[in-house]
C-alpha cells in the first residue's frame, strides 16, 4: 500500500513538475475532447460530448460579421437581416422555422434566438436529441441560415415595422445613453458610428438589395463556424457537418474581413450620458491598452496574475462597501476586454450612491492608487492563491456538470477571438503548477504597467433629473486626479487567519433522527443539532 501511495505521488510530481520545467512559450492546445475541424470552404466546427442536460443539445452558428462591418448606406442591416434569417428560407417559408420549433416543445426566446454585436452575428438553437427526425432539421435550419434566406421583398417589408417598433420599443434608457456615449468612448474608429441597433431612416428606407448585399458579402464559409455540444455522438454530427457546409461556396471577389482599430489618445476621454429613465447612476474608468491574444503557457500564466490582481483588489472594494461611508453600492476592478477586438483595459466600475457619482469616482481612484504605490500584503496574496485553487479544483470536480450552452459559448469565443480553450483537465493542471511560482512582486508591478497617464476613457451614466448631481467633465477629471495629491496609507490586511471556532469541539454521536419529507433532522448527544437534504445537483 505504501509503494503504491508513493508511486501515485511520484507520478503527480512528475505532471507537476513537468509543466513547471516546460518552456512557457509552449503553444496552448484545444481541449482534446472536443471534434475540431474546418472544410475544404474555411467552415470551421466544434463539437463536444456533454450530457447537462441529458437528451439536449445545443447549436450554434456563428457568423464573424456585425454591425462595423455595415457601409454608411447599411447601418441598422445587420440586425434587419438577423431578423430575416426567421422570415424565410429555402426550406421554410415565412415564418416555419419558428412555427415548426415551437411545435416541438422549445421556446422561440428562450432555446432560439439570436444576437448582433459589432463584430458577430450568433444564431442559438436548444433540440431534444430523442426524437427522430430532429437533428436533421435542426441542421437544415443552420444551413439554410448560412446560406438559404430568402429575403424576399414583401417579407422585408414586413419586417421593416417589426424592427422599427422594436426599435421604438427597445429604445429603453441604456440604449439611449449608449448613443451618447460610444461616439466618445469609441472616438476615432468606425465602431463609433456603428452601433447594432442602426439608423431608423436606413432601416425604413435601404433597397432591397442593400440587405441582400450584406448578406451575400458577410454570410459565407470562410467566416462562418457551426458548434453542437450536447448529448449526441460527435462522430455522427461530424458528417452532417460535411453534408450540410462543406458544399458552400464563398462569393468570387470577396471582401477582405478587417479588424478595425480603436486609436489611441494623449488626453482622456470623458462621456456624461443622461436619461429620464435611467434608474442608477454608474461609473466606469478605462485603461486602455493593445489586445495581447493569449496563445502560450507564459500567456496563461499571464492570465492567472490577472485574476489574482482583479480577486484581491476586488475583495478590498467589498470591505469598503459594508461601511455606510462607502459612496458606492457596487464596486468591481480588474484587467479584460473592451470595445472591439483591437484593445483591452483595466477598468474600475461603480454603480454610485444617489449623489454621490464624484465621490465614487474618487474612492475607485484611490484604490488603484493605492495599489500602484504601495502594492499587496503577502498575507492577501497568499489568500487569493489559495483561492484561485480552489476555485480551479471545484471547477475540476464539477466538470461533468459544465452546462453545454456555456460551452457552446466558450467555443464561440475562440473561433470569434481566439480565446484559449485548453479544458478544465488542463488548466487545473497548470493552476497547480503555475500560481506557487508566482511572486509577490510580479503581482506589485502589474498596476505600475495597467494604470497609465494616456489612453484613458471615463464613462458616467446617471437619471436625467434635478436631485442627481451630474458632476461635469473638469470635475470627473479633478476627481480621477485627486488620489495623486492625497496622503494615502498602506492597505492593513484585517483578516484574521485563526480558525472559526478557537477551541477544540467536543464530537459527539447521532442519538435521535427525526426524518422531515426530503430532509432528515439529527441530534447529538453533544446538544448540536443537523438537518441534512442529499442532492447530487454537485460532485463537490
Request: aromatic share 10%.
Amino acid at each position: 500500500m505504501i509503494k503504491q501511495f508513493n508511486l501515485l505521488l511520484g507520478l503527480a510530481f512528475l505532471l507537476v513538475s513537468g509543466i513547471q520545467a516546460q518552456d512557457l512559450s509552449t503553444k496552448l492546445q484545444l481541449d482534446p475532447s472536443i471534434k475540431y475541424g474546418k472544410l475544404d470552404n474555411g467552415f470551421t466546427y466544434y463539437i463536444k460530448h456533454n450530457e447537462e442536460p441529458e437528451n439536449r443539445m445545443e447549436m450554434r452558428l456563428v457568423v464573424n460579421a456585425g454591425s462595423v462591418l455595415e457601409n454608411d448606406s447599411q447601418q441598422g442591416i445587420a440586425h434587419l437581416l438577423e431578423h430575416m434569417c426567421f422570415n424565410g428560407t429555402e426550406h421554410f417559408e415565412k415564418s416555419a422555422i419558428v412555427d415548426f420549433i415551437e411545435s416541438t416543445g422549445v421556446k422561440f426566446g428562450q432555446h432560439l434566438n439570436a444576437y448582433t454585436s459589432f463584430d458577430e452575428t450568433v444564431y442559438m438553437l436548444q433540440m431534444p436529441v430523442d426524437r427522430t427526425g430532429l437533428v436533421d432539421t435542426a441542421f437544415l435550419i443552420m444551413e439554410d441560415w448560412a446560406h438559404n434566406v430568402s429575403l424576399e421583398s414583401e417579407e422585408i417589408d414586413k419586417e421593416r415595422g417589426v424592427v422599427i417598433e422594436e426599435w421604438r420599443l427597445g429604445l429603453g434608457a441604456d440604449e439611449r445613453m449608449r448613443q451618447q456615449y460610444f461616439p466618445v468612448l469609441l472616438k476615432g474608429s468606425k465602431y463609433a458610428n456603428r452601433v447594432p441597433i442602426g439608423k431608423k431612416e436606413i432601416i425604413e428606407n435601404c433597397p432591397y438589395d442593400t440587405i441582400r448585399a450584406f448578406y451575400h458579402d458577410w454570410y459565407r464559409p470562410d467566416l462562418m463556424a457551426m458548434i453542437v455540444v450536447g448529448d449526441v455522438d460527435p462522430a455522427a454530427m461530424e458528417t452532417k457537418i460535411k453534408e450540410h457546409f462543406a458544399h458552400i461556396e464563398n462569393p468570387e471577389n470577396e471582401r477582405k474581413r478587417v479588424e478595425f482599430s480603436i486609436p489611441d489618445n494623449k488626453e482622456p476621454l470623458i462621456a456624461v450620458a443622461t436619461d429620464e429613465e435611467a434608474t442608477y447612476s454608474m461609473t466606469a474608468i478605462f485603461y486602455k491598452h493593445p489586445r495581447d491574444i493569449k496563445t502560450t503557457v507564459g500567456d496563461y500564466r499571464d492570465l492567472l496574475k490577472e485574476r489574482l490582481y482583479n480577486g484581491m483588489v476586488n475583495a478590498r472594494l467589498a470591505e469598503i462597501m459594508q461601511k455606510p461611508t462607502a459612496p458606492f453600492m457596487y464596486g468591481y476592478t480588474g484587467y479584460g476586454g473592451f470595445f472591439g477586438r483591437t484593445k483591452e483595459a483595466y477598468n474600475s466600475f461603480a454603480i454610485a450612491k444617489p449623489g454621490q457619482i464624484r465621490e465614487a469616482i474618487e474612492v475607485m481612484a484611490e484604490e488603484n492608487e493605492r495599489v500602484e504605490k504601495f502594492g499587496f500584503v503577502a498575507t492577501e496574496f497568499e489568500r487569493q492563491k489559495q483561492e484561485l485553487l480552489r476555485s480551479f479544483e471545484k471547477q475540476y470536480n464539477e466538470r461533468d456538470k459544465m452546462e453545454s450552452k456555456a460551452l457552446a459559448m466558450e467555443y464561440a469565443y475562440n473561433f470569434l477571438g481566439d480565446e484559449p480553450v485548453p479544458g478544465i483537465e488542463a488548466e487545473y493542471e497548470m493552476a497547480k503548477a503555475l500560481v506557487p511560482g508566482i511572486t509577490l512582486d510580479e503581482m506589485n508591478q502589474l498596476a505600475e504597467r495597467w494604470i497609465t497617464d494616456e489612453n484613458i476613457a471615463i464613462l458616467v451614466t446617471a437619471p436625467e433629473n434635478e436631485d442627481v448631481k451630474v458632476p461635469t467633465e473638469k470635475e470627473i477629471l479633478e476627481a480621477l486626479k485627486s488620489a495623486q495629491g492625497k496622503d494615502l496609507q498602506p492597505y492593513v490586511d484585517n483578516v484574521s487567519s485563526e480558525p472559526l471556532i478557537p477551541h477544540e469541539i467536543k464530537t459527539g454521536e447521532i442519538v435521535n433522527i427525526e426524518s422531515k419529507g426530503e430532509y432528515e433532522h439529527w441530534k447529538l448527544s453533544n446538544g448540536a443539532e443537523v438537518f441534512i437534504k442529499p442532492t447530487d445537483f454537485k460532485n463537490d
